[in-house]
């Protein structure tokens, strides 16, 4: 190779690192300007929020559901299996602290003993009461029976003695009679009695029983198959050990249906805007990144609501699961990437390459060695691109930031 062949590629290669040099840096040296072509294919706007994973049907595991009628309010949690076990019907799930039952079972026994002290007494009282009473009709009769002879044995007597046998006779009849009418009418208190202390013996007794139930249900059993998730209290955070249980809500666990599976998630109050029922999302999952779902949004709520520690308003949205997997389980927390709206075969370029003046929308286009302000017309936008719907071709190049000495160059607008 001669010098001359030599000098001519050395200057060749300078003109093109020049021309390089000043197509990715045309103005004043050290300042560096990012460029990016028009790029034309689908465009994709999606809204990509955090949730969690939970089972859209479950079966409640809940503690006594008479707990108000006994005035326990707030009953704790003493045992729990763990989040996850895997349990059958029957099997063992957790235990409520029954120190308050306890208590009301040993007022119980006390009261149940008092009250069959009273009840012994009345009916010894009520047997001896009665017992005097017939044995007093008794000596009434037998007094009777003594005047009857005497007036018997009396014919021969003067009329008077026989006259005052016969009152006297006729007096006993009365005493009897009226004897026997008030044996009847204490008999009936007797009874009235003893049927007021049975019952409250019955009453206390019942009430015993019923505690002593609660009892043993303080012990819960699984009534299903599943695996076990915990309850949330109001606040959101889980039911656990030292965990109160309410009478309006003593469940503790539930055992979630994994065949049908939604993501719960929270929107803004830009996003919720563009997302509506049945848009279609991906859902993927923190626990497994290899694993990918196709879901469908169920529901957006109309209703703002503020989640705790944070003042801005966000709107629950269920996404459902189309599909299984048994690697899924509630409570993992999913990423939802929910598609609002789809072009085919459209131009877009990034936000950051568009500005605006006086509500004229431009961009900074390389044209040749120079560079052009050029009206440009847009449409739709995701976060981090827009649709050029005029005044771009594909493969353009455009600036991400505004070159220096080009802001007072005049727009060159579309026809």
Not at 27 to 42: C, F, Q
Not at 138 to 154: A, V, W, Y
Not at 211 to 219: G, P, V
Not at 261 to 269: L, P
């Amino acid at each position: 190779m001669n010098k001359k062949r030599i000098a001519i590629i050395s200057v060749a290669a300078l003109i093109a690192i020049y021309f390089i040099y000043n197509y990715f840096s045309p103005d004043s040296e050290g300042d560096v300007y990012l460029t990016t072509e028009v790029k034309k294919g689908d465009f994709l706007s999606e809204v990509i929020t955090s949730g969690e994973a939970q089972s859209t049907s479950s079966k409640k595991i809940k503690g006594p559901d008479n707990l108000r009628k006994f005035r326990l309010n707030n009953v704790k949690i003493q045992d729990l299996v763990a989040e996850g076990t895997i349990v059958k019907k029957g099997d063992y799930v957790g235990r409520l602290d029954p120190s308050s039952v306890n208590e009301q079972i040993l007022d119980a026994e006390l009261n149940l003993e008092n009250q069959l002290s009273k009840y012994t007494q009345q009916q010894l009282d009520t047997t001896l009461t009665l017992k005097q009473e017939r044995n007093s009709i008794k000596d009434l009769r037998f007094s009777m029976e003594e005047t009857r002879l005497e007036l018997k044995q009396s014919i021969y007597e003067p009329p008077a003695t026989i006259k005052k046998l016969e009152i006297n006779l006729e007096k006993a009849e009365r005493d009897l009679k009226e004897k026997l009418e008030n044996y009847k009418i204490k008999k009936r208190q007797a009874n009235a009695k003893m049927v007021e202390v049975g019952t409250q013996v019955s009453k206390i007794r019942k009430k015993l029983n019923d505690l002593i139930k609660l009892q043993k249900s303080f012990t819960i059993f699984s009534d299903g198959n599943g695996m076990i998730t915990y309850d949330k209290n109001w606040d959101g955070s889980k039911k656990k050990v030292g965990s109160d249980i309410s009478p309006w809500n003593p469940t503790i666990a539930s055992l979630p249906d994994l065949t049908k599976m939604e993501s719960k998630t929270y929107a803004n109050e830009v996003d919720i805007r563009k997302i509506k029922k049945d848009l279609p999302v991906k859902i993927g999952f923190d626990a497994f990144p290899d694993i990918e779902m196709d879901g469908t949004v169920t529901s957006v709520a109309n209703v703002g609501e503020t989640k705790r520690g944070s003042d801005i308003k966000v709107f629950q949205v269920l996404i459902k699961l189309n599909g299984t997997n048994d690697n899924i389980r509630p409570g993992m927390t999913t990423s939802n990437k929910i598609l609002t709206f789809e072009r085919k075969d459209v131009l877009s370029i990034p936000l950051e390459a568009i500005f605006s003046k006086d509500s004229i929308t431009y961009v900074y286009k390389k044209s040749g060695f120079s560079i052009e302000k050029k009206q440009v017309i847009i449409g739709d936008s995701n976060n981090d691109a827009v649709i050029i719907t005029e005044g771009l071709t594909e493969g353009e190049v455009v600036y991400l930031n505004k070159p220096d000495g080009y802001e007072k160059e005049q727009i060159a607008k579309l026809n």
